[in-house]
């Protein structure tokens, strides 16, 4: 009996075996299913834009929804920068995101290394106003902030559209928690060395948060980029309409009476190029400072 106890034993084990590994591969199949339909549902209004601003009018309004035009046709491209002022609009959102990007990351950086090294009174509340204002949604300071920039003599000009977005609270969050992640011996050396507090933030301290300013760079460009109420209640001036304002107005039948539903995705489309290269050159760039810093 004691000798045809493991013969009888293996085959038991490996029939359990078998069901479990089979019954691991369907759930596996099952969740790849489910987020392969969750990707497809969420690409699939974007190829419908991209596919319409290739079609017809009279196409784009009976067939709204194929993927495949039955004529190719640029006309709706070839309209918007025609008939429109979309280059005057992309322009002057690349001016703003450009200014609004670069002072957040040089403000924001300054901002969080201030509240997480440097010791002084009221650090603690302020770091509390921080919090609150980022649990304030912007829309109701629109129109504190449409007071505040009439009364500079700001309104409808460059500078009321760059300065109030010039530093966020989230960003100064981000930072905050990134210095407070490296550690103080890195300062101290320097402190030791002769440096003082700005040398040793800029030279020493910024280098080593290159992940935290990627993604404080891909949030600023993206944020500023798609900004909208902020440059309502800023500007009223045709010059200085941005895309998303002009988008706006497209959508609402700038141009002249129907759907006009190519040129208006065409103009979506376009405006979504910029964000796509940014977030997808500055991701990796966020990937290979952390493995960097990770083998470090």
């Keep these: 009996m004691s000798a045809d106890a493991p013969v009888t034993t293996a085959p038991v084990t490996a029939g359990l075996g078998a069901p479990r590994r089979s019954s691991r591969a369907r759930t596996g199949i099952g969740v790849y299913v489910l987020l392969s339909a969750l990707a497809v549902a969420y690409i699939y209004p974007f190829l419908v834009q991209v596919a319409t601003s290739f079609k017809t009018d009279a ?18 491209y070839v309209r918007l920068f025609g008939s429109s002022d ?34 002084f009174r ?22 504190p902030r449409f007071l505040v920039i009439n009364t500079l003599g700001i309104y409808d000009s460059y ?95 700038q141009l002249s009476q129907g759907s006009q539903y190519p040129i208006k995705l065409a103009a979506a489309a376009l405006m979504t190029v910029p964000v796509v290269i940014i977030f997808l050159i500055f991701q990796r760039r966020i990937m290979n400072t952390s493995e960097g810093a990770v083998k470090g």
């Excluded at 280059?87 to 040089?106: D, H, K, Q, Y």
């Excluded at 009221?122 to 129109?143: D, E, K, Q, S």
């Design 59 to 76: 196409e784009a309004a009976s067939s709204p929804l194929s993927l495949i035009p039955s004529s190719w046709t640029v006309a709706a």
């Design 86 to 119: 979309f280059p005057t609009w992309a322009l002057n959102s690349f001016i703003v995101t450009i200014v609004v990007t670069l002072g957040r990351v040089f403000f924001d950086s300054l901002a969080g290394y201030a509240l997480a090294r440097l010791d």
């Design 122 to 143: 009221g650090r603690g509340f302020v770091f509390a106003l921080l919090v609150g204002v980022m649990a304030v949604p912007g829309v109701v300071l629109l129109i």
């Design 159 to 253: 500078a009321g559209m760059i300065l109030p977005l010039l530093a966020d609270a989230t960003g100064v969050f981000i930072m905050k928690n990134f210095f407070e992640s490296i550690p103080k011996s890195v300062e101290e050396q320097a402190r030791i060395d002769g440096a003082g507090t700005f040398r040793t933030f800029w030279s020493i301290v910024l280098p080593m948060a290159m992940p935290a300013l990627m993604t404080i760079v891909i949030l600023s460009f993206q944020g500023s980029w798609n900004e909208l109420n902020h440059f309502i209640v800023s500007t009223q001036s045709p010059a200085l309409t941005t895309l998303t304002k002009g988008v706006a107005q497209l959508a609402s039948g």
